[in-house]
């Protein structure tokens, strides 16, 4: 992939999110509360094997 196509998909995935945080600020906050959610689920369960590991 070139240098200038990498740019312009960069600059398209950022307008597109902005226009979402813009036009649906309400909807944007409940995904990225969703997505933290499942990352700390995801660090708990990880913390949780490894302690079982090694107990």
Same mark, same amino acid.
């Given at each position: 992939?070139?240098?200038?196509?990498?740019?312009? !998909? /960069?600059?398209?995935?950022?307008?597109? /999110?902005? &226009?979402?945080? !813009?036009?649906?600020?309400?909807?944007?906050?409940? &995904?990225?509360?969703?997505?933290?959610?499942?990352?700390?689920?995801?660090?708990?369960? !990880?913390?949780? &094997? &490894?302690?079982?590991?090694?107990?």
């Amino acid at each position: 992939m070139s240098s200038g196509l990498k740019k312009i !998909i /960069v600059v398209g995935v950022v307008a597109l /999110v902005l &226009f979402f945080l !813009i036009t649906q600020p309400t909807n944007s906050a409940d &995904f990225v509360h969703r997505v933290l959610g499942w990352l700390k689920d995801g660090a708990e369960a !990880i913390v949780t &094997f &490894f302690k079982s590991l090694f107990a």
